[in-house]
């Protein structure tokens, strides 16, 4: 209901207004009536009105000074002016004032109704531009953290939209999330207004951003903790850092979307997050993966299955951020699948797949933890002839050699031609695919894990011939070396 003030200094004048029209039915409610502009103005300065009917000529303070004064609140709200005169003085300086309409007494029925109609499209189609300047408002913000803002669009976001920026600037932003399904945008930008915080838009159905402009470490905390408060502790707060430059703001947005995709991962449901560089040194994780690729190494299942659960738990208390373990994960899964011949095989295919396609920490460890092992690959094997396995143990030891199924054959002190019969029943593939193959998942596994030129790696696994290396490569994995790096990391 709209709120409406009737000024007059005639009682009579008052309670017929009251009775002149069915206010109600406009969705107003007359809330106080005042016999002069002095209490009128006492009143406003503690309540909230939307329309005001004021007469012009009354004791104390006049409808006119009223109104004058009463506009200095900033407090926003239509009006109308009553007389019992017409003179054209009163209705210049009520014009002046922004009056939606000048009535003369005695008031008229249908023009009063007619007036009050007026000013309800009025409010409509104030609600409706605001609306829509809000929207531009949100998306100006939403441009600024994306670093998408250009220098005039943000003096736009400064000139047009009120936000100060503070002498001593400092911008932290903060992704909200509701822990409650359900529409809590109403309740979420009341309590904003409440708080006094002016810049936030909405991310999605749950999320919400907050931007907090000039407050140290402990107003911010302060601040949020009164925000959680007031939406009844029912949100998550995923924090970024505090930025100087309003220009670098996209690096707080930055963090604050690292808090959440870290807390979400690990499964995480504190209120307040912040996103920390993992604290697990190079050294140690240079130390878990020698241990790990050792038991690999050794194939036996057992030490392997029991180095994978210890690492997995290291990597638990690490807190890596969830791009970096998925990608150590895949290098484990490759180095496992390499020593077992096994890298081309549907299951390699599958696991690659669940790596990256896992959404939380649990997930990528029940990939890693069950069912790792290529078993069915390596029933194969066992059953390789002691050829084979001499001529693989070849492969996988001097590989970035100018190895040929001939000089294989002379180390071996067998026929080539028998040799290369015996390989391909056993393997599946002949032997000049079979080191393709084997050369192409190393320089997949280097690629991953080092920043060493492409040529550099084509050379190292034994391609002398760059232009065939990045045919094969392609031919085999889809995508040319430059683009699977690029794709992973």
């Given at each position: 209901?709209?709120?409406?003030?009737?000024?007059?200094?005639?009682?009579m004048?008052?309670?017929?207004?009251k009775?002149?029209?069915?206010?109600?039915?406009?969705?107003?409610?007359?809330?106080?009536?005042a016999?002069?502009?002095?209490?009128?103005?006492?009143?406003?300065?503690?309540?909230?009105?939307?329309?005001?009917?004021?007469?012009v000529?009354?004791?104390?303070?006049?409808?006119?000074?009223f109104?004058?004064?009463?506009?200095k609140?900033?407090?926003?709200?239509?009006?109308?002016?009553?007389?019992?005169?017409?003179?054209f003085?009163?209705?210049?300086?009520?014009?002046?004032?922004?009056?939606?309409?000048?009535?003369?007494?005695?008031?008229?029925?249908?023009?009063?109704?007619?007036?009050?109609?007026?000013?309800?499209?009025?409010?409509?189609?104030?609600?409706?531009?605001?609306q829509?300047?809000?929207?531009?408002?949100?998306?100006?913000?939403?441009?600024?953290?994306?670093n998408?803002?250009?220098?005039?669009?943000f003096?736009?976001l400064?000139?047009?939209?009120?936000?100060?920026?503070?002498?001593?600037?400092s911008?932290?932003?903060?992704i909200?999330?509701?822990?409650?399904?359900?529409?809590?945008e109403?309740?979420?930008?009341?309590?904003c207004r409440?708080?006094?915080?002016?810049?936030y838009?909405?991310?999605n159905e749950?999320?919400?951003?907050?931007?907090?402009?000039?407050?140290?470490?402990?107003?911010?905390?302060?601040?949020?903790?009164?925000?959680?408060?007031?939406?009844?502790n029912?949100?998550?707060?995923?924090?970024?850092?505090?930025?100087?430059?309003?220009?670098?703001?996209?690096?707080?947005?930055?963090?604050?979307?690292?808090?959440?995709?870290?807390?979400?991962?690990?499964?995480?449901?504190?209120?307040?997050?912040?996103?920390k560089?993992?604290?697990?040194?190079?050294?140690?994780?240079s130390?878990?993966?020698?241990?790990?690729?050792?038991?690999?190494?050794?194939?036996?299942?057992?030490?392997?299955?029991?180095?994978?659960?210890?690492?997995?738990?290291?990597?638990i208390?690490?807190?890596?951020?969830?791009?970096?373990?998925?990608r150590?994960?895949?290098?484990?899964?490759?180095?496992?699948?390499?020593?077992?011949?096994?890298?081309?095989?549907?299951?390699?295919?599958?696991k690659?797949?669940?790596?990256?396609?896992?959404?939380?920490?649990?997930?990528l460890?029940?990939?890693?933890?069950?069912?790792?092992?290529?078993?069915?690959e390596?029933?194969?094997?066992l059953?390789?002839?002691?050829?084979?396995?001499?001529?693989?143990?070849?492969?996988?030891?001097?590989?970035?050699?100018?190895?040929?199924?001939?000089?294989?054959?002379?180390?071996?002190?067998?026929?080539?031609?028998?040799?290369?019969?015996?390989?391909?029943?056993?393997?599946?593939k002949?032997f000049?695919?079979?080191?393709?193959?084997?050369?192409?998942?190393?320089?997949?596994?280097?690629?991953?894990?080092?920043?060493?030129?492409?040529n550099?790696?084509?050379?190292?696994?034994?391609?002398?011939n760059?232009?065939?290396?990045?045919k094969?490569?392609?031919?085999?994995?889809?995508?040319?070396?430059?683009?699977?790096?690029d794709?992973?990391?």
């Open positions: 209901m709209y709120k409406v003030l009737l000024v007059d200094d005639e009682y004048i008052l309670a017929g207004l009775k002149l029209i069915d206010w109600e039915s406009l969705g107003m409610e007359i809330v106080e009536t016999r002069n502009g002095k209490k009128a103005l006492d009143y406003i300065m503690e309540h909230p009105i939307d329309i005001i009917l004021t007469d000529t009354m004791p104390v303070l006049s409808g006119i000074d109104i004058q004064e009463a506009q609140t900033a407090q926003p709200f239509k009006f109308i002016i009553l007389s019992g005169y017409q003179e003085e009163y209705v210049k300086n009520g014009m002046r004032l922004g009056a939606s309409n000048y009535l003369l007494k005695p008031i008229d029925k249908e023009e009063l109704y007619h007036s009050l109609e007026n000013i309800l499209k009025e409010f409509e189609q104030e609600k409706l531009y605001n829509a300047d809000q929207v531009i408002f949100e998306g100006l913000l939403g441009r600024w953290i994306r998408e803002l250009r220098e005039d669009q003096d736009q400064v000139e047009n939209y009120l936000f100060k920026v503070p002498e001593d600037p911008f932290t932003v903060v909200v999330r509701s822990r409650q399904k359900g529409n809590w109403t309740s979420f930008k009341e309590t409440e708080l006094n915080i002016s810049l838009f909405s991310l749950t999320e919400k951003v907050i931007i907090l402009a000039g407050q140290d470490s402990k107003m911010m905390e302060l601040e949020l903790n009164q925000l959680s408060e007031t939406l009844k029912n949100c998550l707060f995923f924090i970024g850092t505090c930025i100087k430059q309003p220009g670098k703001v996209y690096k707080s947005y930055k963090y604050a979307l690292k808090a959440k995709d870290h807390a979400d991962f690990y499964g995480k449901q504190l209120v307040f997050n912040k996103y560089e993992n604290n697990m040194t190079d050294l140690t994780l130390g878990l993966v020698t241990d790990l690729n050792e038991g690999i190494f050794s194939k036996n299942i057992q030490r392997i299955s029991k180095e994978v659960s210890l690492f997995v738990n290291q990597l208390d690490g807190q890596m951020n969830a791009e970096n373990i998925k150590l994960m895949y290098l484990v899964l490759v180095n496992i699948y390499l020593q077992f011949d096994a890298i081309e095989s549907d299951k390699f295919l599958k690659t797949k669940a790596i990256f396609d896992s959404e939380t920490f649990n997930e460890a029940m990939v890693m933890e069950t069912d790792l092992l290529p078993l069915d390596l029933k194969k094997q059953l390789y002839s002691d050829l084979t396995k001499q001529t693989i143990e070849i492969v996988q030891t001097e590989y970035m050699e100018d190895l040929n199924l001939k000089g294989i054959a002379k180390i071996l002190h067998v026929n080539v031609m028998y040799l290369g019969q015996v390989f391909k029943k056993e393997t599946g002949s000049s695919k079979y080191l393709n193959h084997y050369r192409i998942n190393l320089a997949k596994e280097l690629l991953l894990r080092s920043k060493e030129p492409v550099d790696i084509a050379s190292r696994i034994g391609y002398q760059q232009g065939y290396f990045y094969n490569f392609k031919n085999l994995v889809g995508q040319s070396p430059r683009e699977f790096r794709q992973i990391q």
